[in-house]
């Protein structure tokens, strides 16, 4: 059973903190958030169900699709509205979508998570799903504490997926979670991020290259045969020191954290969306996508990237 992508587009609340108006504000400067993030800018101040209903909206009028003709779609959150219901339930309501909604927590490799999901729910029997990725960290971020309040911010991005055709939407899929390192990132209920940042940085580079070989490996596809690599967005020197180990280009990598921070759920779909829409992907090409964080959770993946129906790129 085949898939394919027919529609993109994220979202980002209006309020934009720069690394200056941090400096204003907190023990912090431009020189050490850049250099040890590569972080910018980021949006703050957003809410979960806005930013996803913005970017599911916008992805759907893209793919020309009647919202009542979605019938899946999974919402990759790690900061929900509330605790019950599931976010997705307004957020199915206020689009019009029919059949079935539901959250997915798997933090930072969330996204992934929702996308082999619903890949695996349109080849039985579901025919068109969105899937998202959206996070508003703002609202558990302690905004005093600089060790996270410079790094993580909200975002959203979304995909229509469209099931039928000859080719598959997933070559490759790894999903994994190690619970011993739980406490490695955590916001216990009602309370703040807290997170060991330097050890976070050690195992995130590894968990990527391997869980990326593995990808690889059973895509039976080189790292030459990729177009764009979108990562997680949590520290442009994890990007770098994944790539200097694959071997794999900066150039075709998608960065968006300069101006987004890390947005959890948000990160790769925004990294992906903007690559899109900066002409770097083409109907047929081949993406990779890899994600980790709390848990510690990791997903990659190697999609095909597709095309608004009767718009082949
Ligand atoms: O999305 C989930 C996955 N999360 C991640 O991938 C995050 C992974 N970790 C990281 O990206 C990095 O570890 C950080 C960006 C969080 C921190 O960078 P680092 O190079 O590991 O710095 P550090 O935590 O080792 O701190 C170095 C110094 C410390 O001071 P001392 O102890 O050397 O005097 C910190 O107190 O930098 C200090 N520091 C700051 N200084 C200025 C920590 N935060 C700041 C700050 N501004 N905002």
Request: some cysteine; overall charge negative; charged content about 20%.
């Amino acid at each position: 059973m085949g898939a394919r992508i027919t529609g993109w587009a994220s979202a980002v609340p209006p309020t934009v903190v720069t690394n200056a108006d941090l400096e204003a504000r907190l023990d912090t400067n431009d020189a050490w958030i850049t250099e040890r993030t590569g972080i910018r800018a980021r949006h703050v101040g957003g809410v979960t169900s806005a930013l996803t209903v913005e970017s599911g909206r916008r992805a759907m009028a893209m793919a020309g699709v009647d919202p009542a003709s979605v019938d899946l779609l999974v919402l990759s959150t790690t900061t929900p509205d509330q605790v019950v219901p599931a976010t997705s339930s307004s957020v199915h309501h206020e689009l019009g979508l029919s059949g079935a909604a539901f959250d997915l927590n798997a933090a930072c490799a969330g996204f992934v998570y929702a996308l082999v999901v619903a890949d695996s729910l349109l080849g039985s029997g579901f025919r068109r799903a969105l899937v998202i990725g959206s996070d508003a960290l703002s609202a558990i971020t302690d905004q005093q504490d600089r060790s996270t309040a410079v790094l993580f911010a909200d975002g959203a991005g979304a995909l229509v997926v469209e099931g039928g055709g000859p080719e598959p939407l997933l070559l490759a899929q790894d999903l994994g979670v190690d619970g011993s390192a739980a406490r490695l990132i955590y916001s216990d209920r009602g309370g703040y991020m807290v997170m060991e940042g330097r050890e976070v940085y050690r195992r995130a580079v590894r968990i990527v290259v391997e869980s990326v070989g593995r990808v690889l490996e059973q895509a039976k596809v080189k790292l030459d045969d990729i177009a764009v690599f979108a990562p997680h967005q949590a520290n442009l020197r994890i990007i770098e020191a994944v790539n200097a180990r694959l071997g794999f280009p900066m150039e075709k990598t998608a960065v968006v954290l300069d101006r987004t921070g890390n947005t959890s759920s948000g990160s790769i779909p925004l990294a992906l969306v903007a690559a899109a829409e900066q002409g770097r992907l083409r109907d047929g090409d081949l993406v990779l996508l890899s994600g980790f964080g709390a848990g510690m959770t990791w997903a990659s993946a190697i999609a095909r990237w597709g095309a608004p129906p009767g718009r082949p790129a």
